[in-house]
């Protein structure tokens, strides 16, 4: 997962991670960073030809996120019933996107669509010397 710009710059981080853990998954890795243009680029290339892209990258560049990984039984689609749908507006009473985001493009958080695609991302932020 990561927490993204607004979530940290609004004070969320602590609220969302109790959250994470209170619903009962582990947290394997963590770090507070900040993506690089080409980091946010790489990470979300498969988004390049879409008209949002640029916006979605200055968007994911403005400020530190919290990247972690997360580990639970059936953690993919247990992490995605629990941050709620891409808009607000849409997400379930109790999801951290209904709680936390302000709109679809400042939605506080990302998760993985698929083990495949968690797996990428992990790998992506973090090396194995830093996965516990």
């Not at 609004?10 to 890795?29: E, P, T, W």
């Not at 059936?74 to 808009?87: E, K, P, Y």
Request: negative net charge.
């Amino acid at each position: 997962t990561m927490l993204k710009p607004d979530s940290v710059r609004n004070g969320n981080i602590g609220a969302i991670l109790d959250k994470i853990i209170k619903s009962g998954f582990k947290i394997k890795a963590m770090k507070f960073t900040k993506m690089s243009n080409e980091k946010a680029g790489d990470f979300y290339a498969i988004h390049r030809e879409r008209p949002f892209f640029n916006d979605l990258i200055e968007y994911m560049t403005s400020g530190p996120i919290v990247a972690a990984i997360l580990e639970k039984e059936n953690a993919v689609n247990d992490f995605r019933d629990l941050i709620g749908s891409t808009n607000p507006e849409d997400a379930e009473a109790g999801t951290i996107r209904k709680m936390f985001a302000k709109s679809i493009s400042e939605n506080a958080i990302h998760g993985g669509d698929s083990d495949e695609n968690a797996k990428i991302e992990c790998e992506f932020h973090f090396s194995s010397q830093e996965i516990f």
